[in-house]
């Protein structure tokens, strides 16, 4: 588990962000004229903002003690201000602020772990990427077929991209294939082009909204596995609303022959608990796609080792912060974690190997 220094330590950056900011703000423009005359009083006003998320991500990955989770944070701000004409240089100027602002307002053993994170990030800045990458590799046999599928997502035709999917599975493509190498690519490259402003924030709910339609459709075309006696409960934590991932993970687990039970996004972690007990479940599997979200990750995780009736059930984690960070799901109390649908399933198997199916 985490040690309580370190949990202190984000805690206090938190309640702390917005003294914090303004701070930040006044020594980035008190330092740097240059700034009042390029970005005005509206860029001020927006540096505020950016500076109580940075403070914010910071606490994050302080609960956490994961330097990797502020630097994968960094690099993402890095490559949104690029594509909105707003330098590195300004970027480490704020960086460079947070890091004088923390020793300055904050008790020395906060300030200890909080600026070493702070210039950890700005040591990797100039290595960070300028511009996302395409999710879309060449040399994957499906990518044409990505592509036509997020080019008709994007043009709003989800029967048509719908379509493409069904006719790949007629000929005989492995629905789980295309899970992993169609949707997963696909939604991963319609993330990126948001990112980079290149498609609006609607056009990107609306793919994901689709998706989950598309992919309600071709699960009905896959026969139905022998049932191997065992339960999962698949949720993402109260306050996470993105499920498709955690959604992808149900179903491989289906179509492994699993009983499995999908919460959706947001579940309440009583209601969470409630289902693993009246459901008998052998493992709960966790979905996490921030880093603001492991703190009801823990929580959760917390509750259910903390009930005699879930004595016996194994805990997987998976989702972006344990990708960056895979030695998280120690931190955080968890059994494992799975990088995909497929591993979490093959995860799930190693631990209950050599049991007796429940029936």
Known sequence: MTDTLVLS?????????????DAVVACEFGRHPKLRARYGAAGRSKSRQDAVYHFLHLADALDVSSPALFNDYIGWVKVLLHHL????????HHLDCMADVVREQMPLTVAASAVAMIEGARTALPAMPSTAASFLDPGQRLTPLVQAYV??????????????????ADRGEPVQQLYLQVFQPALQEIGRLWQLKKISV???????AATQIVMSQLLLRV???ERCGRGVIVACVSGDLHDLGARMVADFFEMAGWDSYFCGANTPHAAVVQSLVERAADVLAISATMGYHLHAVQELIELVRADPRCARLRVMVGGHPFTIDPALWRTIGADGTAADADAAVALAGQWLEGCAPVL
């Open 223 to 225: 026969p139905g596995a």
């Open 9 to 21: 330590s984000g805690h206090q950056v938190r309640d702390q962000a917005d003294a914090l900011a």
């Open 202 to 208: 609607a056009q990107e709910h609306f793919c994901s």
């Open 151 to 168: 080019h008709s997502m994007l043009g709003g035709y989800r029967q048509a991209a719908g379509q493409l999917v069904f006719d790949a």
């Open 85 to 92: 004409g707003i330098s590195s240089e300004d970027l480490d």
